[in-house]
């Protein structure tokens, strides 16, 4: 979760979905690679910026189910969801460092959102993890 201006939280619009998707950066932990580790590698190859400085993290894996004709569009059927871990990072850096066009292109667009606008922003299968992230940071977000 990157928290920027006026403590509201970075969410970039998917550059392959077909509607108005949106979702905070994530992605995996490459073997033998920290959580911290993981968290900075996705946020420069999801934002183009590493701009930011470490709040928190979660201790807890938290999960979400896909929809199963997705799990089975994108993940060949093999997995049913997700467990993540969560950072909280502060955005030290100006719009302008925000840059979506990198060789990991995740997002074709990107916006600063309030807290309370999050889970009516993303897909219907991750409002649940993304109200509990919340939860998890709100001492950040106050």
Do not use: N
Request: include cysteine; hydrophobic fraction near 45%; charge should be neutral.
């Amino acid at each position: 979760m990157l928290i920027g201006p006026g403590r509201r939280i970075f969410v970039g619009q998917r550059a392959d979905g077909a509607g108005a998707e949106w979702q905070m950066p994530q992605g995996g932990i490459d073997s033998g690679e920290s959580v911290l580790e993981a968290a900075a590698r996705e946020l420069v190859e999801e934002t183009g910026t590493s701009r930011a400085l470490l709040l928190d993290v979660t201790d807890e894996w938290i999960t979400y189910d896909v929809p199963r004709a997705l799990a089975r569009r994108v993940w060949g059927g093999r997995y049913r969801g997700q467990a993540q871990r969560w950072a909280a990072l502060a955005f030290t850096g100006t719009d302008a460092d925000i840059v979506l066009d990198g060789p990991h292109r995740e997002f074709r667009a990107w916006r600063w959102l309030d807290p309370a606008a999050l889970p009516d922003a993303v897909v219907p299968f991750k409002r649940g993890l993304y109200c509990q992230v919340l939860s998890r940071f709100a001492r950040w977000l106050a």
